[in-house]
């Protein structure tokens, strides 16, 4: 049975920093795409940050400079380091493994998320 279990999230000041760390079982994240999505309030789920198997990594937009993506194949984990945040960071924030190494979001495995909330 996969399990993704995520932490990190908390309440942070804007242009503070936060580290989320997800860890797997079950799977490996070297074997397919896997990355962290988030979901703000109102808003639909994006992705924030992610890598292929082959270890193309892939950012937003929104968070390109900021945001640093990482994945420790030896300890099997994923990380996301946040810096500079901003209130439009706040949201919950899923860790998020495809099946395959596609950014298929509807065959994947997904953590219970972690919330960030960033305040002015």
């Known amino acids: 049975q996969v399990q993704l279990v995520e932490s990190g999230g908390d309440s942070v000041q804007a242009g503070g920093s936060l580290r989320l760390s997800c860890s797997a079982s079950?799977?490996?994240?070297?074997?397919?795409?896997s990355g962290w999505y988030r979901q703000a309030p109102g808003k639909k789920r994006e992705l924030v940050a992610g890598?292929?198997?082959?270890?193309?990594?892939r950012y937003a937009d929104s968070v390109k400079g900021r945001f640093t993506f990482s994945r420790d194949t030896a300890k099997n984990m994923i990380y996301l380091q946040m810096d500079n945040l901003t209130v439009e960071d706040t949201g919950t924030y899923y860790c998020?493994?495809?099946?395959?190494?596609?950014?298929?979001?509807?065959?994947?495995?997904w953590g219970q998320g972690t919330h960030v909330t960033v305040t002015s």
């Open positions: 890598i292929t198997r082959g270890g193309n990594l």
């Open positions: 079950g799977t490996l994240f070297e074997t397919t795409v």
């Open positions: 998020y493994k495809s099946h395959w190494n596609d950014w298929n979001e509807e065959e994947a495995d």
